[in-house]
């Protein structure tokens, strides 16, 4: 994918992720987005060549919820 549509598809992504995390952490939309671009897995997201952005919204809530919980991001293997 080139970097246009790659940068016009993650804010789609990064928005219905940050719904999960607010509906199911209790976060502040502030909190929430502090916690995600801090995050390992939004370093994997926005770069294009891991294909994290391939993961649905409920895929990558459960690796950032494993994330936050454990302190360590394990991706799966495809």
């Known amino acids: 994918m080139n970097k246009a549509k790659f940068d016009a598809l993650l ?4 928005t219905a992720l940050i719904k999960k995390i607010i509906n ?4 502040s939309e502030d909190e929430a987005f502090t916690r995600l671009y801090n995050s390992m897995l ?6 294009e060549e891991t294909k ?4 649905s919204a409920d895929k990558l809530f459960l690796l950032f ?3 936050i919980t454990t ?4 991706l799966p293997e495809y």
């Open 52 to 55: 994290v952005w391939h993961y």
């Open 11 to 14: 804010p789609f992504i990064v």
């Open 71 to 74: 302190g360590s991001l394990k």
């Open 65 to 67: 919820d494993e994330e």
């Open 42 to 47: 939004y370093s994997y997201l926005e770069d």
């Open 24 to 27: 199911y952490k209790k976060l």
